[in-house]
């Protein structure tokens, strides 16, 4: 598949690109998932994904899964590309998404050599809160977002609570990261804090 053969935007949405100042989402370029690859297999202990990602799992990914999300009125998922300066620096989106009860999942993920800058990791997961925000509460009418964390990584629990999501429960020992059972966090944020 070639790059110029990408569908420029999400049926279901109104728009191809959400800005806020130098950054933006925009649906997910094909041009971009060999580095989203690179990055969920660096960053393996925080994902649900238990083995490395090959290329051919990669581009039957974006074939399968992403191009028929496109094409839909009510996707299970819709990703975007995130961008700083019209450059990749991670990806994200809505994924476990149930139309019915107007509710999805946030998936986030930041380049490798910004994850473990704070202050970096700080500034971009908080403007993509608020463009996944956007997004979900203005332009496809959600209920509720949540997320799952695993109870790894506290700045980014921190910058969830200070970005309005609130704790919802503690799944103990819920996931095995090496040798440890590990805790996941459940955070929720519904269109009415949002309206508020």
């Known amino acids: 598949m070639r790059e110029n053969d990408q569908i420029t935007r999400y049926r279901c949405l109104s728009e191809p690109v959400y800005w806020n100042n130098n950054y933006c989402l ?30 051919e ?4 990914y974006y074939r399968n ?8 009125e009510s996707p299970p998922i819709i990703l975007f590309s995130y961008l700083f300066r019209d450059t ?11 139309w019915h009860s107007r509710r999805a999942e946030i998936s986030f993920l930041l380049d490798t050599k910004f994850a473990f800058d704070v202050l970096k990791y700080n500034e971009c997961f908080k403007t993509f809160l608020a ?4 997004v979900a509460f203005e332009d496809l009418n959600l209920n509720r977002l949540y997320t799952e964390t695993y109870d790894l990584r506290p ?15 503690r799944l103990r020992q819920h996931v095995r990261v090496g040798n440890d059972y590990i805790d996941s966090l459940i955070h929720g944020f519904l269109k009415e804090y949002y309206n508020a």
Request: hydrophobic share 35%; glycine share 6%.
């Open 26 to 55: 925009t649906t997910i370029r094909y041009q971009d998932i060999m580095l989203i690859k690179k990055w969920r297999n660096e960053q393996i202990k925080v994902l649900r994904q238990n083995r490395f990602l090959t290329d």
């Open 57 to 60: 799992e990669q581009e039957n």
């Open 65 to 72: 899964i992403i191009i028929p999300s496109l094409k839909s």
């Open 88 to 98: 990749c620096i991670g990806y994200g989106g809505l994924t476990n998404i149930e």
């Open 131 to 134: 463009l996944i925000k956007k």
């Open 155 to 169: 700045y980014h629990i921190t910058i969830l609570e200070e970005s309005g999501f609130i704790l919802e429960g």
